[in-house]
């Protein structure tokens, strides 16, 4: 027998059989559609031989922000045959929002509900890390799920529910982890998500009143960079009763319209003012109507001129038959919501309309032009106005005006206003120095057939 020829027969052999086990070993890392830890394999390979795999499904996840739904992020991960045990699961994103955003600030403004395998959602709140070295990092603790050799499957499904008031840019990147009861590591994937605007939770809105009475809402989604309004809807009938009615303040509607504003009161023709408190509720934008008091038929002119005292409350300002205006200032009680009256002064009649603006109003003269005057919050009561600033010229063939706020969030689209043909049109404001504000004249057409109303608010 030849000795050396049978020692390297036998070397040969045993180091295709060492290739083959290494191969039953490596295949599924290079086969999965998930990173596969290895670290665990060879500790564990005596209890759980085959590796367990998890995977984001669909890839990165779109979650969007404001008056939304919540958005659904599901992970899967598949078990070996046999596999029993803890098996741990944690999101860890090592990179969150920029924009001036905090990573703690992300973690508090985002809500997630956890449900493992179909099962009812739990509450699984973000958190940061709590030292130097994790306080960047944004962790989501899974529910544990314990197999056993009774419930025994093949996957294991986390969806989460997720969701955020705030408008939160880009999103989270970073890993999802599993480990078993040990702490050892099973396995791990990409998990991303990105956030996308939704619906502004503060939407601005205006009123628009038709021939036969009825109120309607016509709402913006908040949007940057939009200036179209949503199609309307129908706050109700009856309406017709009232020859002026006006905003106290802003008007929006959404989860974050809570506070000073979107209050409406509305004079009747027998001269008797009535409050309507806002919800900020888009179904049912106001409350019942109180009565402020009779009497208000004596003024040509009534409109609200939002908080122009800093007190979290409401003002208002009248126009008498004689050209002199009155202030009326809020007490934020809705069953006597005015103090009694202040004298401001006379000369208001040279102006064909007074329109409600936050914190003051705009006027406008025989000669369209606008005039804004701009709430004096730290000067007497008698004089709660600043001197006028030309707002902008050119408005005489305009029927009808209304405050904007802001339509397409920074865009600066302040004055809304209806032209002879019944189109409705929106101004650019400008902020380009301190203390002066007026509009660019740059106009963007955001309607048609608005000859319908009446009243614009």
Same mark, same amino acid.
């Given at each position: ?102 990573? *703690? ?24 890390? &709590? ?22 499957? $093949? ?45 502004? $939770? ?20 908040? %949007? ?25 303040? %802003? ?10 504003? &979107?209050?409406?009161?509305? *004079? ?10 806002? $919800? ?57 919501? +005015? ?10 009649? %040279? +102006? ?60 600066? %689209? ?44």
């Amino acid at each position: 027998m030849n000795t050396t020829h049978h020692l390297t027969r036998r070397t040969r052999l045993a180091f295709v059989a060492g290739i083959a086990v290494l191969a039953s070993v490596t295949a599924p890392l290079t086969t999965a559609t998930a990173y596969t830890a290895t670290t665990p394999v060879s500790k564990a390979v005596a209890e759980n031989p085959a590796p367990v795999t998890v995977v984001q499904e669909g890839g990165p996840t779109n979650v969007a922000t404001g008056d939304v739904p919540a958005s659904k992020v599901r992970f899967t991960a598949t078990l070996p045959a046999g596999f029993t045990g803890d098996v741990k699961a944690q999101l860890v994103f090592t990179r969150t929002p920029g924009a001036g955003w905090e990573p *703690r600030q992300v973690a508090s403004a985002l809500d997630a509900t956890c449900s493992l395998n179909g099962g009812p959602y739990t509450s699984c709140p973000f958190d940061t890390g &709590h030292d130097e070295y994790t306080e960047g990092i944004i962790y989501l603790s899974l529910p544990t799920a314990t197999v056993t050799t009774k419930n025994a499957g $093949t996957t294991l499904t986390w969806q989460l529910l997720v969701s955020t008031k705030a408008m939160l840019v880009d999103g989270l990147g970073g890993t999802i982890n599993l480990t078993d009861a040990a702490g050892t590591a099973l396995a791990a994937a990409p998990a991303q998500i990105n956030f996308v605007e939704g619906r502004a $939770t503060s939407r601005p809105t205006i009123y628009a009143r038709d021939t036969a009475g009825t109120l309607w809402q016509y709402e913006s989604d908040g %949007k940057y960079g939009t200036t179209a309004y949503s199609r309307r809807t129908k706050v109700g009938g009856g309406w017709e009763i009232y020859n002026t009615i006006t905003r106290l303040g %802003k008007t929006a509607v959404g989860s974050a319209s809570t506070g000073v504003g &979107h209050d409406l009161v509305a *004079r009747d023709k027998a001269g008797r003012l009535w409050f309507y408190r806002g $919800t900020g509720q888009p179904g049912t934008p106001f409350k019942r109507r109180t009565l402020v008091g009779s009497g208000w038929g004596q003024y040509t002119a009534i409109v609200g001129m939002g908080d122009s005292r800093t007190d979290r409350v409401n003002d208002l300002l009248a126009r008498d038959r004689d050209g002199v205006l009155w202030f009326y200032r809020g007490t934020g009680d809705p069953a006597r919501p +005015f103090k009694t009256r202040v004298k401001v002064g006379g000369g208001w009649n %040279k +102006f064909t309309s007074l329109t409600s603006f936050p914190n003051g109003i705009v006027a406008k003269d025989a000669a369209g032009v606008l005039w804004l005057y701009e709430a004096n919050p730290t000067g007497v009561v008698a004089a709660p106005l600043k001197a006028p600033q030309k707002f902008g010229v050119g408005f005489g063939t305009y029927r009808a005006l209304a405050f904007g706020d802001d339509l397409g969030w920074g865009e600066g %689209k302040e004055l809304v206003a209806r032209d002879a043909s019944g189109n409705l049109w929106a101004y650019e404001g400008s902020y380009s120095y301190p203390g002066k504000r007026g509009l660019t004249g740059k106009r963007t057409q955001i309607g048609t057939g608005w000859n319908i109303y009446n009243t614009l608010i």
